[in-house]
């Protein structure tokens, strides 16, 4: 019985060999499922990993290399002067140091920044002259004074160093104060000159807060101390006080500018009002010396044509912090007279 059992074929088997004889004869038909569509699919898969792979590691090197290319871009920026001008130039050159923008304490042109550079200009022993590029509309008178003061010091400090400067765009007010420091002031025909005065301004907000019903709380020790006050009425006592301080300061700006310029300045009741000439009328004045550029300078009054920028400029951070900080609100508090003070402008 166990013979019998053992020897019998699968049904499937036995149907397959029982009908043999009835179908056709040719090549078999293959099912799905078959071992050579699984080796196929098998492949297709090994292809895509192997893509997949390659494509990851070319992604990471180029976001290393991008990553590798912006800190050093960051690290030239970072280190920024901190290198030895003598040894990368190595030959005689005219330095550049650009008064740029607004002149004050919080601004790219302050009097720290500007004091280093000129410093490291007239420090340097293959620079010939110092070169002053002036686009600037004033600001600070006490910025401005330093500037000055270092000025006259290094001249005196390096007699056989030359400055000049060379106002591009605009040289006014407070601007103009640090060119009179120079040997030589030089303009294009076109550019924006003098301003030489002192201007305080502020907004008066005291009868829109009465409309508003708001209430003026100001506790001070000493009875002077909120003068000025832009939500209280302007007293005449404290008006013609300020004016005592604005002519002072004038009168000073005037003593540098005549001290700097001597008796290359022309008589005119108007010189020192405040008005702004351009280079060519300047030069009628005495303001300036000639037209030119910086380039024109260094080439044929220096003798030395390369040019060397010794300006001193932030750090990226110190940039980044400062556009995403209080800026708005600073220039805001600036506009509406927030902050007490004057600038040459």
Known sequence: MSDEHWGVEPPHKQESESGSSNKPQGKPVEKPGTEREWRLIEKMLGSLHVEHRRARRWGIFFKLLTFTYLFAIL?????????????????????LVEVKGPIADDEQAN???????????????RSRAVILRINSPGGSPVQSGYVYDEIKRLRALYPEKKVYAVITDIGASGAYYIAAAADEIYADKASLVGSIGVISSSFGFVELIDKLGVERRTLTAGENKAFLDPFAPLQDQDREFWQT???????????QVKKGRGDRLQENDELFSGLIWTGEQALELGLI???????????????????????SRPRPIDRIIKQFGTEVARELALQFGARAGFSLQ
């Open 75 to 95: 690290g030239l920026f970072w280190l920024g002067n901190d290198f030895n001008t003598d040894d990368v130039v190595p030959h005689p050159h005219t330095a």
């Open 111 to 125: 009097a720290d920044a500007l004091v280093t550079a000129l410093r490291e200009a007239f420090k340097a022993e």
């Open 245 to 255: 301080v604005l002519d002072t300061t004038h009168k000073q700006f005037i003593d």
């Open 289 to 311: 010396d000639g037209l030119g550029s910086s380039s024109m300078v260094a080439r044929d009054i220096v003798g030395a044509e390369k040019l060397v920028d010794y300006t």
